[in-house]
């Protein structure tokens, strides 16, 4: 029974250590057009700068749209990412939630060799925003 909690005990503990954290902090620029209805079409671009719990770091640039009606949105966009030894790697970030913070999706879809363990992950991500400018931060498994 020992070696059973002991197996047990090692097996959760190696599911911790597995987990990939990303977080980012930047600014945006939006445009917009609003409607009679209150709802507004918006393009976005952010520029930010990130780390990971790889200890690597370096600066991301997202473009893509958002939509709102009264307090949801809808946010489609598609990030370049850049580390410090000058990889790239690409992924869409989507959330449907409140407007000025909420939840999403990040899929990577074009990673460098080095990063090969996150292609076509799909990660959970949270963002705030105050004013024009974001936090973010994404845990995988």
């Known amino acids: 029974m020992k070696k059973i909690l ?3 005990l090692i097996f959760k ?3 911790y250590a597995n987990e990939y954290i990303f977080d980012s ?7 917009e057009i609003k409607f009679e ?10 520029n930010g700068w990130w780390t990971d719990s790889d200890g690597n770091y370096g600066t991301e640039r997202c473009i893509g749209k958002t939509e709102t ?14 580390d410090q030894n000058n990889n790239i790697f690409r992924v869409s970030r989507k959330r449907n939630s409140l407007v000025g913070a909420g939840v999403g999706i990040n899929t990577y879809i074009e990673v460098p060799e080095k ?6 992950k799909a990660c959970t991500y949270a963002v705030l925003f105050l004013n024009n400018n974001f936090f973010y931060k994404q845990k995988c498994n």
């Open 69 to 82: 009606t009264d307090k949801d949105i809808q946010l489609d966009i598609y990030c370049e990412i850049v």
């Open 25 to 31: 902090r930047g600014y945006s620029k939006q445009n």
């Open 13 to 15: 503990l190696n599911l």
């Open 115 to 120: 990063y090969l363990y996150l292609l076509g």
């Open 37 to 46: 209805d209150n709802s507004k079409y918006i393009q976005i671009e952010t």
């Open 6 to 8: 002991f197996l047990l």
